[in-house]
């Protein structure tokens, strides 16, 4: 699976700089290069899988072109019915709204709050496509609104509500509202980002200049946490329901692009549990991958996706093969901060320094801190005593660790911009990692490790 993910990204990348449909052929001369460089002598029955790993790189990148290139959809007249999936700011002064419909999802821009998710409304209106960037490195809506869904902007000239019926952004408001009655002010906004994936803009403006507003976005941490607390209730041979719970928590938090990879990769494992055999946690990464850029290509552009997918194949990567040693899981927080800074301080102009030591420990704590939090706030909702004294004890825990993180940004303010030497390395160190996966001889490691860095240096960035 990592060589059809490779193929993928490849052919989405030449066709983002080209356009042209001969990027397709980029897709199977990717296997045959990957295939090559990883071949082993002394390994028999590669060739039929080569065959095998051919026709699905070749059959996915034909789907990501014919949808890539489906011509947007002009002006109409329309009347659909659906649910409120998501409202948000858009601006200083609006908020964006997306409506799934049975004709897909439509983005409508309004001057005030006044719609909430899991209402059903009949709108009738003018549609208009989505604007892709006016500039190179611009924002491009096109692409940012259609990996979630949405394939064109409504203007509504009549809005009528429904009568609503049960659905997961229905549920998803009535737990942010209860979170929002019931909680303290930063108990519950840690559990609203980790329950149903809405942020608090001051709380992730705070993170994100101590360089950990991952925690804030639902991934395979918050996955993770969640699959462990089921598995000590449930059981861990207990598929089945693992998964269903599994994913209800991955739909009631929006489906994110990040959680979405954590419970497709996640799933892989339990399935191979059920089966009764071995899953490799890298090739867990690149099947989640490749099956989300199937659904939806305009996820490549996605940074959400990007972070989580360069993240989870360092991590799983180092896993494979350094084990459970303690200076393995020491390499593992500054090993995915250089594989991540190209993006990171491309996107957002520089990565804080506070964020190389915070990362060491913010994992672990927030882990441990979103467990008791969560086992409070369940208890406090159905009624049971005493709940509200814990609950404040988590809340000047979150202040806490808030107060000490502010503390060392303040002594350590520095900000690394965008760099190319230390993009060059980043990309090297994920090369050489996935080599080491590979157990690929030094040499080959070697050549690898500097050709892969220098093309994606120059393909990507």
Known sequence: MLAVLGALVVCLAFFDRTGLPEVLFFSPLFVL?????????????????????LVIALS????????????????????????????????????????????????????????????????EGITRPLRPADWAGGFDEERYWRARGVVSWLSPSNIEPLPSAWSLPRLRHAVSRA?????????????????????????????????????????????????????????????????ALLWGYVLLTGAAPSALRAGLMIQAALLG???GRPSSPVNS?????????????????????RLSVLAALTLTAVYSTGGRRLRTWLLVSPAISLVTFPQVAYAFGGFPVVGLLLNLVAPFIFSAALTVAS??????????????????????????????????????????????????????????????????????TAALTVAGAAASFLLFL
């Open 60 to 123: 996915l990148a034909l789907r990501i072109f014919c949808v890539l290139r489906q011509p947007a959809e002009g002006p109409r007249s329309i009347q659909v019915e659906g649910t409120v999936s998501l409202v948000r700011p858009w601006g200083r002064r609006h908020y964006a709204a997306v409506l799934n419909t049975p004709e897909g999802g439509f983005l409508m821009r309004l001057h005030f709050a006044t719609l909430v998710e899991g209402m059903r409304l009949r709108v």
């Open 375 to 444: 086992i409070a706030a369940l208890l406090r909702l159905v009624g049971f005593p005493f709940m509200p004294l814990l609950l404040s004890c988590a809340e000047g825990g979150f202040k806490l660790c808030g107060w000490g993180a502010e503390r060392l940004r303040l002594l350590m303010p520095w900000t690394i911009p965008w760099l190319p030497l230390a993009a060059w390395m980043g990309a090297g160190v994920l090369f050489f990692l996935l080599c080491r996966f590979l157990q690929l001889p030094a040499g080959r």
């Open 273 to 275: 549990q059920l089966l």
């Open 33 to 53: 290069g990957f295939a090559f460089l990883t071949y082993k002598q002394e390994v028999r029955g590669q060739w039929p899988v080569l065959t095998v790993t």
């Open 285 to 305: 990464v690149c099947l989640a991958a490749a099956l989300l850029l199937f659904h939806s290509p305009f996820l490549f552009w996605d940074m959400g996706w």
């Open 179 to 243: 979170l929002v009655i019931y909680m303290p002010p930063l108990t519950g906004a840690y559990l609203r980002a980790a329950w149903t994936g809405q942020r608090d803009e001051e709380l992730y403006k705070s993170h994100r200049a101590w360089g950990t507003s991952h925690l804030l976005a639902v991934s395979g941490f918050h996955v993770s946490i969640f699959l462990l607390l089921i598995s000590f209730l449930l059981g861990r041979r207990r598929v089945l329901p693992l998964s």
